[in-house]
């Protein structure tokens, strides 16, 4: 029997929202309250800068302040990891770089997106960003934003690069995902659906957008099924599913209901988001109430 790789960057992770003011401003103070709204609601990793960071609309520079403000906000008590992943290598080189010098544990990089380079152009995008970076690196496989998978050829030829030491998986393969943990990769479910599902094909932990409300639970779910308690691992599950469900099951959905549930729940002041997404219209927030209601967050 194999052993399962340590989990290198805590086990309940939230990409977390970056919270903008009335105006599309950064909030900073915001940003930090959502930070330990999440480490004092079982977390113990949170990943700053990513697609739920909307990391697409905020620039080198507010990625920077992002950072450094959750790290001020949380010091030592959750992993750090931060988003470098764009299309444009220079830009993720520096986006590292800067990772590293703001406090970050890791840095998170996601396949480039929309140029389709091949799998030989992603793994040398790859290969300039880790040595770049000088920080242990989570790869971010998500081919449904992407445009573009990880082939495990892929997978095998960097095993050997030692700063890589884990992957979001989003492909929804889970024996794909056992593949990939045996060539010594510690795998983290980037799907809050497919979470416990995950746990049992030996991930080590997840990487969240529910977390945002259900931060606790997650921590329930994980903590029982690895005492060895599958079934009331499975009844937590089934509790959270009506919230999953109306934080993931809808057309607008990631940034724009993670931060309208945070203002359900009263952590944020505001739903506000960047152009091209737009926050959810009354009817929309309706629906994520009683999502909510009914899996017991309000």
């Known amino acids: 029997m194999s ?22 401003s950064v909030d900073l103070e915001a940003v930090q309250r959502v930070a330990r709204h999440l480490v004092d609601h079982g ?57 590293r010098k703001n406090g970050a544990d890791g840095v998170l990089l996601v396949t480039p997106y929309y ?13 300039q960003v880790v040595d770049a970076a000088e920080l ?20 095998e030829q960097m095993a050997g690069w030692e700063p890589v030491v884990a992957v979001k ?17 510690a795998t983290y479910s980037g799907d809050d659906v497919a979470n416990l ?12 957008v529910c977390g945002h409300v259900l931060g606790d639970r997650l921590r329930a779910m994980y903590d029982a ?24 099951g809808v057309p607008n959905y990631g940034a724009t209901t993670a931060k309208a549930a945070l203002e359900l729940t009263g952590v944020l002041e505001n739903r506000t988001v960047r152009s091209p997404l737009v926050q959810l219209d009354d009817p929309e927030v309706a629906d994520l109430r009683a999502g909510l209601e009914a899996a017991g967050v309000l």
């Open 3 to 24: 052993t399962a790789p340590a989990p290198p960057f805590g086990t309940v992770l939230t990409a977390m929202v970056t919270p903008f003011r009335e105006d599309g």
């Open 43 to 99: 977390h113990d990793g949170l990943v700053v800068s990513g697609t739920t960071g909307e990391s697409a609309t905020t620039t080198k520079e507010e990625d920077g302040e992002i950072l450094a403000a959750v790290r001020d906000a949380v010091g030592d008590r959750a992993k750090l990891v931060a988003g470098v992943g764009t299309n444009d290598t220079s830009t993720s080189v520096w986006l590292a770089q800067q990772a």
């Open 115 to 127: 140029n389709k380079p091949g799998q030989r152009g992603i793994v040398h995008h790859f290969r």
């Open 136 to 155: 242990p690196v989570m790869l971010y496989d998500v081919p449904g934003r992407t445009g573009s998978q990880i082939a495990l050829e892929s997978y």
């Open 169 to 185: 998986d989003a492909v929804g393969d889970f024996a794909r995902g056992v593949r990939i943990r045996e060539l010594g990769y």
């Open 197 to 208: 599902a995950w746990l049992a094909h030996g991930a080590v932990g997840f990487v969240s």
């Open 225 to 248: 099924f690895h005492q060895g308690d599958p079934a009331s691992a499975l009844d937590i599950f089934t509790s959270m599913l009506p919230a999953v469900e109306a934080i993931m």
